[in-house]
C-alpha cells in the first residue's frame, strides 16, 4: 500500500521561505494526483490553503504557493510570519475515488 | 458566509452506532461532492468518505468500508454519516467538507468509542 509521505517537522526563521513536501513511499506525484494542502492550529479545523497543485483557496495570502517540484508537490511560505506556526497537511488522489493525506508537517516559525 | 455545521457524536460503546450529520449553509449544496475527515486524539487527518452530488458514486476508505455508510438529502442540504460496529480506533473527531478538495470545513464533532 503507497504511503504519503510528508516531513515530520521543519523549522523557518520569521520572514523566512520554507518548502514543504508531499511524496509517495512508492512513486512520483504529479499533478494528476491533484495536491491539495490544508493548515491546522490546534484545536481548530483545517483551513484549505492550496487545491490542484497551485490553486490558492479563496483569502489565503499570495506568500502561499503550491508547485511540482521533481517527484513531490511542495508547499512553499514566503515571508514567514509567527501565525504560519501549524500542521500542514497535504491531500492526493490515489485514483478510482480514493483520498489519501500525508502524515502531517509540523512547522515552527522561531 | 459558508457554514458547515456536524453533529450527532457522543460516547459509544465498542460494536455499537452513531449517525453525524452535517447541515450545509451559504453554498449551493447539490452542487458539490462532499466529505468527511477524521481525526483521532493527537493524530493526524485521514480521509474517511466522500459522495456524489446525487449520492450515485460513494467511496470509502479500506479501514470503515462496509461498517460506514456515507448519504445525502439534497432537499436538506445535509449531509451523513452511519457508522455500524464501532471499534475503539474509530474514536476521533468528525469533520465535514465541501467537495472531493475539501474546500469548507466544518468545526468537527467528537466520537468517543469506548467501553
Known amino acids: 500500500q503507497t504511503v504519503v509521505t510528508q516531513e515530520p517537522s521543519f523549522s523557518v526563521s520569521p520572514g523566512g521561505t520554507v518548502t514543504l513536501t508531499c511524496g509517495l513511499s512508492s512513486g512520483s506525484v504529479s499533478a494528476s494526483f491533484y495536491p491539495s494542502w490544508y493548515q491546522q492550529t490546534p484545536g481548530q479545523a483545517p483551513r484549505t490553503l492550496i487545491y490542484n497543485t497551485n490553486t490558492r483557496s479563496s483569502g489565503v495570502p499570495d506568500r502561499f504557493s503550491g508547485s511540482i517540484l521533481g517527484n513531490k508537490a511542495a508547499l512553499t511560505i514566503t515571508g514567514a510570519q509567527a501565525d504560519d506556526e501549524s500542521d500542514y497537511y497535504c491531500?492526493?488522489?490515489?485514483?478510482?475515488?480514493?483520498?489519501?493525506f500525508g502524515g502531517g508537517t509540523k512547522l515552527t516559525v522561531l | 458566509e459558508v457554514q458547515l455545521v456536524e453533529s450527532g457524536g457522543g460516547l459509544v460503546q465498542p460494536g455499537g452506532s452513531l449517525r453525524l450529520s452535517c447541515e450545509v449553509s451559504?453554498?449551493?449544496?447539490?452542487?458539490?461532492?462532499m466529505s468527511w475527515v477524521r481525526q483521532a486524539p493527537g493524530k493526524g487527518l485521514e480521509w474517511v468518505a466522500n459522495?456524489?452530488?446525487?449520492?450515485?458514486?460513494?467511496y470509502y476508505v479500506d479501514s470503515v468500508r462496509g461498517r460506514f455508510t456515507i448519504s445525502r438529502d439534497n432537499a436538506k442540504n445535509s449531509l451523513y454519516l452511519q457508522m455500524n460496529s464501532l471499534r475503539v480506533e474509530d474514536t476521533a473527531v468528525y469533520y465535514c467538507?465541501?467537495?472531493?478538495?475539501?474546500?469548507?470545513w466544518g468545526r468537527g464533532t467528537l466520537v468517543t468509542v469506548s467501553s
Open positions: 491531500l492526493l488522489y490515489m485514483g478510482s475515488g480514493i483520498w489519501v
Open positions: 467538507a465541501s467537495g472531493q478538495r475539501l474546500g469548507y
Open positions: 451559504g453554498l449551493t449544496f447539490s452542487s458539490y461532492w
Open positions: 459522495i456524489k452530488q446525487d449520492g450515485s458514486e460513494k
